[in-house]
């Protein structure tokens, strides 16, 4: 009962966040994230997740710890968002692997499990309430994307293969975004 409290206020407050973005009132706080803690945090929280069972969750080895400054709260829900379709995509027994390193002068987020995804579901996976898990779906893709590029001066995309599988990724500036706009283009 605890849990699926806290999953409902959450999808609650999701769905608030959402709502804000696209109409461009979302404020956004942005504070000092050490990545590799902010990771640990976020992977943790995955693998006792409903979601995870019987699927594995860990932190890349190789993960750096970097430091940027940004909203936490909407960086926390991208990259959840990330893990949790990650699990979702997974068999039991397969594992999510998380990590974070530089790429081109920005925090690089990235989140890799072995499935591919169909070519004719990667054209739509960031289309607002296209899902392949039925109604009532389909806002994290298009969430993780809308928030990352309009209030995270960021960028999300993914690539897939049926040989090395999917990795969703996420970049962000390492530099103080607090001179930047706090709200939508």
């Known amino acids: 009962m605890d ?42 929280l995955y693998q006792r997740h409903p979601v995870a069972e019987k699927r594995f969750v860990r932190l890349d080895a190789n993960v750096e710890d970097l430091k940027l400054v940004t909203d936490r709260g909407l ?34 987020f990235w989140v890799y499990n072995p499935n591919y995804i169909p070519r004719h579901i990667q054209l739509q996976i960031f289309q607002r309430s296209f899902s392949t898990k039925g109604v009532g779906r389909g806002l994290g893709t298009y969430s993780m994307k809308l928030l990352s590029e309009n209030y995270l001066h960021g960028s999300v995309s993914f ?27």
């Open 75 to 108: 960086l926390k829900r991208v990259i959840s968002n990330m893990i949790k379709n990650a699990l979702e995509a997974c068999k039991p027994g397969q594992t999510v692997t998380v990590g974070c390193n530089t790429y081109k002068g920005m925090a690089r």
């Open 159 to 185: 690539q897939s293969s049926e040989k090395s599988g999917t990795v969703f990724l996420g970049l962000y500036p390492l530099a103080d975004i607090r001179k930047a706009r706090t709200h939508g283009k």
């Open 3 to 44: 849990q699926a409290s806290v999953q409902l206020i959450d999808e609650i407050e999701a769905q608030r966040q959402l709502v804000a973005a696209e109409n461009n009132e979302l404020k956004t706080d942005p504070t000092p994230v050490q990545t590799l803690r902010f990771l640990q945090e976020v992977t943790t």
